[in-house]
């Protein structure tokens, strides 16, 4: 029987996560920008079970919200999800874990009573399948994801909790270290970050948790799933407050050295759950992996065909290519992007817009084209 979660982190390895399949999964045409919702694990298993197998070899309300109709139930998709998640885990010493993330009715300032009932609507499925552990990931408000935690931990299953936040904290002001002092009394386990910022940012983040838990006198393993993207110029919504999100943020993108950076940052700021989120790709989490080759005493089997720092490049036919064949050269070098009349960096939008706010209400028809043109208006004049 493979052994747990906790049990490999108690013992001090290092757990590999997966990357941001919704992101991934859109760009192969699986799942529909906006909303977001992975339908694919039902309507394209096979999208979804190549995609898992490649992350594996590198090392619900919202399904009715703004006019997003799904043809399958919460349930059928998680039910598909979490047979596609074993079968390919099976092939290797992989783990599945059963997640809920922030819900559209807590934005619309919904009761804890109705916010913990849909998060629970989910819970069948993650126990009938027998899921290694689960994860509350991606709230932005410390209080929705004390109560995904709360729900969670019924189960009897390992707890993780991951925030969608950076070094200012949750929307409301919450500092990181107080956001992970609330999730572990909650019952959390696993604490950290994941989403809307880039690795450093995160590490950062999960840092300051690790710091407010310590002092706080409690105990608990850290987590780490960050963006494949640079930001350095967000403010505290993340990402999403780009002007480039979601379509043009391919020039941010962290290279495969750049990863290297990141899984070493976060090994030695004492986090033992390290993957990625949106933007990661397999190659991302296969250089996490290699990067931490000594540590975990293997490489991923994607190594097979990936020279350590370049070394495949010394069969290049042309010399100067063959050159770049050494470490030194990638770690240090800084690359272009090919596109002078841009800017290094963008004016997040900052539109200020939390929970309570109309304009997160959540509804089931599909966004008027009267409040359409109202976003637009008010688009421009920021």
């Not at 047979?83 to 092939?91: G, I």
């Not at 931490?292 to 994607?302: D, S, T, Y």
């Not at 990936?306 to 495949?312: E, F, L, T």
Request: glycine share 10%; charged share 25%; with cysteine.
């Amino acid at each position: 029987m493979a052994r747990g979660i906790l049990e490999r982190l108690d013992a001090g390895e290092v757990v590999i996560g997966d990357g941001g399949f919704v992101f991934a999964l859109e760009k192969r045409g699986y799942v529909k920008a906006g909303p977001w919702t992975p339908e694919a694990a039902a309507e394209h298993p096979e999208a979804v079970r190549q995609l898992h197998r490649e992350f594996l070899r590198a090392g619900d309300d919202k399904l009715e919200n703004r006019g997003n109709k799904v043809t399958f139930t919460g349930a059928q998709i998680n039910e598909a999800a979490c047979d596609l998640a074993r079968e390919v885990a099976n092939e290797g010493d992989a783990m599945v874990a059963g997640g809920v993330c922030q819900t559209p009715s807590y934005l619309s300032c919904k009761s804890e009573t109705e916010v913990k009932g849909i998060l629970k609507k989910q819970l069948d499925v993650f126990i009938k399948k027998n899921v290694d552990f689960l994860i509350a990931e991606y709230f932005e408000h410390v209080e929705e994801a004390v109560w995904a935690v709360e729900v969670l931990k019924e189960t009897g299953k390992p707890v993780a909790a991951s925030m969608c936040i950076g070094p200012d904290g949750d929307m409301h002001g919450v500092s990181p270290g107080e956001c992970a002092v609330r999730l572990v009394k909650a019952g959390a386990q696993i604490v950290g970050v994941n989403c809307h910022f880039d690795p450093m940012t995160c590490v950062k983040t999960v840092k300051m948790m690790k710091e407010g838990v310590e002092k706080a006198g409690l105990k608990a393993h850290y987590m780490v799933q960050p963006l494949a993207y640079h930001t350095p110029d967000c403010n505290c919504q993340g990402f999403i407050d780009l002007p480039e999100f979601p379509f043009g943020l391919e020039p941010r993108i962290l290279s495969r050295w750049d990863m290297h950076k990141y899984a070493r940052e976060a090994f030695n700021a004492g986090i033992r759950f390290i993957g990625g989120c949106c933007g990661f790709e397999p190659y991302h989490i296969r250089a996490v992996a290699e990067e931490l080759g000594p540590e975990r005493g293997f490489l991923p089997a994607a190594s097979e065909k990936h020279g350590n720092w370049g070394a495949g490049l010394e069969m290049h036919t042309k010399p100067w290519v063959r050159a770049r064949a050494r470490r030194d050269y990638w770690e240090n070098l800084k690359p272009a992007s090919g596109r002078p009349q841009c800017p290094s960096m963008s004016a997040p939008d900052g539109w200020g817009v939390t929970k309570g706010h109309t304009d997160l209400m959540q509804q089931k028809e599909a966004t008027s084209q009267d409040q359409l043109k109202q976003l637009f208006d008010r688009s421009k004049s920021h």
